[in-house]
């Protein structure tokens, strides 16, 4: 029996896949096992080197032998591992099998994204927590960045600086051990907005919106927390094609996160500036409209009503296929119509009421009117007067009236006057719709203007449509076969 150093390294040997810990790691590095159990605690051993020949007979031995007591106090773990051993006992690597990697290898280290332990490269857990430090779905690829989920996981902590803002997540960072951060879309003073990959699923791409809070009272941080949990399960209960899916919910320090479908396209509002601020067409924004109308009718009919309080363009994403989503629900809640709230929503877009801080559904079809008269008009109301919405057909006069007869209702101060419930006004802009799509009308009897002909270019010059009748049209054609007639005749008499 061979000694492996002189510092007396012991090792601790997992019952699940038999790899060699070191003595004080709680889980096992290589299946993720738990390795401190209590009671019972895992067998301590001395590391010794064997041949090939005695390997079998040692193994019978072990199994016939008393375990060796645990000691009291571990002995300090060695800087490196035991490294020099036979060669009839090395793998192809140059390690025993269940060995951790040579010294040669102690410098480069990884960082668990949960503890911010130091782990040896090669390491498949983490030996303090046990979270994974490999990608199950990508077994080459490490699920986190070295020091980069240290620095994130640092940053959780109330340490922002307050003129900079709060530190943001870097590149490559993992949360949760599977959500790897790839880009920042936006950020603000309550949080950010990032683009990651789910390792779990190696195709889908996700969005992360990071809320923070800087509570100090312990009491309001588990309040906050408990509202934002209550917040993502309404979220998630939410199945509508036209309303982004809630996939996950969880909480870092003082910042909560929620991990949401990724919807390829751009808001309105980026793609009005792309255009600078040129109006849209009328028939896009009805249709857009209408799709809007009939999130917000599925958000009203909940029970409890779920008021969305937020409508405007940035909000509001177009799709390659012309398809709208309503995102950022971050302000959304239950409708309770006994409980008054705090003033929440976009100055210019909000209506009377939602100052006051008492909200209803009919708000949202208000802030659905201020959003479409921006888009038809290009006129940003956050830059103008509270409440002020010129006519539609002086700032674009491009409009049809009934459209500008309808933004015209759903802009009043008082809910009362507006339309009773979002399917109404739905309803009110298909009939819009319908109306441009159709061909004009016909009086019966009558020929259209687009008709070709003598009739059309004599209604081109003004003159009624009563001599364009059927009976009209017939004797007018007979009469001027006659004179083709008579012409002929006299051309054939001449000759």
């Avoid at 809320?211 to 949990?229: C, G, K, V």
């Avoid at 209550?230 to 929620?258: C, Q, S, W």
Wanted: aromatic share 6%; hydrophobic share 35%.
């Amino acid at each position: 029996m061979i000694e492996v150093s002189s510092k007396e390294a012991r090792e601790l040997i997992c019952h699940t896949c038999g790899f060699a810990n070191m003595i004080g790691e709680k889980y096992c590095s290589e299946c993720g096992a738990p390795l401190a159990h209590d009671p019972p605690a895992p067998p301590v051993r001395l590391v010794e080197l064997i041949s090939d020949d005695d390997e079998e007979t040692d193994a019978l031995n072990s199994e016939n032998a008393p375990e060796s007591p645990i000691p009291l106090t571990p002995p300090p773990v060695p800087e490196t591992p035991p490294s020099s051993l036979r060669p009839g006992s090395e793998t192809g690597n140059g390690q025993r099998p269940g060995q951790r990697p040579s010294s040669s290898r102690k410098d480069k280290q990884v960082y668990c994204r949960y503890c911010g332990s130091k782990n040896i490269l090669g390491n498949k857990y983490c030996h303090e927590c046990g979270a994974p430090l490999v990608s199950h779905t990508h077994p080459n690829q490490s699920v986190q960045a070295t020091q980069s989920a240290v620095r994130a996981r640092k940053s959780y902590k109330p340490e922002d600086d307050e003129d900079a803002g709060p530190t943001l997540l870097p590149e490559n960072a993992v949360l949760q051990g599977r959500y790897q951060i790839t880009k920042l879309i936006g950020q603000g003073g309550m949080g950010a907005i990032y683009l990651a990959d789910d390792l779990r699923f190696s195709r889908r791409v996700a969005v992360i919106k990071e809320m923070l809070d800087h509570f100090t009272d312990p009491d309001q941080r588990r309040t906050a927390t408990s509202n934002f949990d209550r917040e993502a399960e309404m979220l998630a209960n939410l199945k509508h094609m036209g309303i982004p899916e809630v996939y996950d919910r969880f909480t870092e320090g003082n910042r909560h996160y929620l991990v949401m479908e990724y919807i390829d396209g751009a808001d309105l509002e980026q793609r009005l500036l792309a255009q600078d601020n040129a109006p849209f067409e009328e028939h896009e924004v009805l249709d857009w409209s209408v799709q809007i109308c009939e999130i917000l009718s599925y958000l009203h009919e909940q029970d409890p009503a779920i008021v969305y309080r937020d409508m405007k363009p940035a909000n509001l994403i177009l799709n390659k296929k012309g398809k709208i989503y309503v995102v950022d629900f971050g302000i959304a809640r239950h409708f309770n119509p006994t409980k008054k709230g705090t003033m929440i929503g976009t100055q210019g877009y909000a209506p009377p009421e939602q100052y006051r801080g008492q909200v209803e559904p009919r708000s949202d079809i208000y802030a659905l009117a201020a959003t479409v008269h921006h888009l038809l008009t290009g006129r940003d109301p956050q830059g103008e007067a509270p409440f002020s919405f010129p006519p539609l057909r002086e700032e674009n006069p491009k409009i049809s009236p009934p459209m500008e007869k309808l933004v015209a209702r759903c802009l009043s101060m008082e809910p009362e006057a507006r339309f009773k419930n979002a399917r109404e006004m739905m309803e009110a802009l298909q009939k819009i719709g319908s109306r441009r799509s159709s061909p004009p009308p016909t009086i019966p009897g009558t020929v259209p203007i687009q008709s070709r002909g003598i009739s059309t270019a004599l209604m081109k010059l003004g003159l009624s449509h009563k001599l364009f009748s059927a009976e009209w049209l017939l004797r007018l054609n007979i009469v001027l076969l006659s004179i083709i007639v008579i012409l002929l005749v006299m051309l054939l008499a001449k000759n």
